[in-house]
Nanobody, 128 residues
Framework: QVQLVESGGGSVQAGDSRTLSCVAS????????MAWFRQAPGKAREFVAA????????YSGDSVKARFTISKDNAKNTVYLQMNSLKPEDTAVYYC?????????????????????WGKGTQLTVSS
């Protein structure tokens, strides 16, 4: 079993930067990919970014592509989300997700169903 713990949320001002972290623990992590999703009040969960664990190939959601960067540290079993030029509409609970190697090809890496492990989320609030 894999546990995911997010950190780095909080309250920031529009235009600020923030980095979220997600640590995978529980057993030696040998997943295929990790990702960030977010959910704003009253809205569906939205894909933010993903990264493949072996090659580090990254994928980004259209709404954050030019501002957010996902990265990883395999030695620390940690994935990061660097967020720049934050906007009030970035306010959401940010969830970390991980996919085990048996989840299939990366054609569905932007979809929730690709991931079988989820963190509890960290709240980010951006004020104008």
């Amino acid at each position: 079993q894999v546990q995911l713990v997010e950190s780095g949320g909080g309250s920031v001002q529009a235009g600020d930067s923030r980095t979220l972290s997600c640590v995978a623990s529980g057993r030696t992590f040998s997943g295929s990919a990790m990702a960030w999703f977010r959910q704003a009040p009253g809205k569906a969960r939205e894909f933010v970014a993903a990264i493949t664990w072996s090659r580090g190939t990254t994928y980004s959601g259209d709404s954050v592509k030019a501002r957010f960067t996902i990265s990883k540290d395999n030695a620390k079993n940690t994935v990061y989300l660097q967020m720049n030029s934050l906007k009030p509409e970035d306010t959401a609970v940010y969830y970390c997700a991980a996919a085990s190697p048996d989840r299939g090809g990366f054609y569905s890496i932007r979809l929730e169903r690709f991931y079988n492990y989820w963190g509890k989320g960290t709240q980010l609030t951006v004020s104008s």
